[in-house]
Each structure stands twice: as C-alpha cells, then as structure tokens.
C-alpha cells in the first residue's frame, strides 16, 4: 500500500496545479460558472474512478456516513465558490497562500472535534504557516 504522505504530496501538487490553470480559467467568465465547470469535471473523473475500482457499494453507506458527506460537499461547493471568486479577483501567488490557512484551521477544529493531539510541533507548524500566509499576503 502506498503511504498517505504520497497522496498528500500529489494532493499539493495538484492543488498547486488547480490554482495556476483556474486562475486562466476564470479570466473571461463568471466564476460561478467556473466552479460548476470544474465541479462536472470532477463528477465524472471520480465517476471513473470509482467504477475502475469496482466501489459502487451503496448499501455500505450508512445514515451518518451520508450526512457528514453531504455537508462536506456542501463546505467543499462553498470553498471552491470562494476560491474561484477570489483568484478572478486577486494574484494567485496571494490567493492560495490565504486558502491555505486551512491547514491551520483543520488543526484547530481536529483537536477540538476529533480530540486529535496539538503537540508543540504542530502548533509551531501551524503558528508558521500562519506567519507565512500573512506575509505572502500582505
């Protein structure tokens, strides 16, 4: 199996690469119409990938299962909206820095809801991420 900080890295990548190709993309449109373009995209290439796989096993979904889904998908459409309304109208080199802070605040409400562990180490981190994110958008 490969380890999850491979998936991560390919995740900033790819997040690296989202933010570059959709600051292009939101140039001459609405940005609304942006996001519902890449969210279509996203739908049938996960579509893909979950049909390659062979992982259309609904009755495995539970209620809560469905629930937390939904309102993350709900807080992923809200996300990206912002996200795409803010590169149409900032530098993408400050934009992302500021959406990045997300990294803190998924710290912040990991400990509070999940009781995940905020050692000295992460709270550094996220004390420099912060530090960083300020300074890239000012």
Known sequence: MVDWRIYALGSALFAALTAILAKVGVADI?????????TVVILVLCALAVTMRGA?????LSPRS???????????????LCYFKA??????????????????????????????PLTLKVGIGAVLITAGAVLMAV
């Open 56 to 60: 259309w096993a609904w009755s495995s």
């Open 66 to 80: 469905l629930r937390m889904l939904t309102f993350s998908g709900i807080a992923t459409g809200l996300s990206w």
């Open 87 to 116: 590169l149409q109208a900032g530098p993408a080199s400050r934009v992302a820095p500021i959406d990045k802070l997300s990294v803190v605040l998924v710290v912040l409400l990991a400990a509070i809801f999940l009781h995940e």
């Open 30 to 38: 609405d940005s609304n119409l942006a996001t519902l373009i890449r």
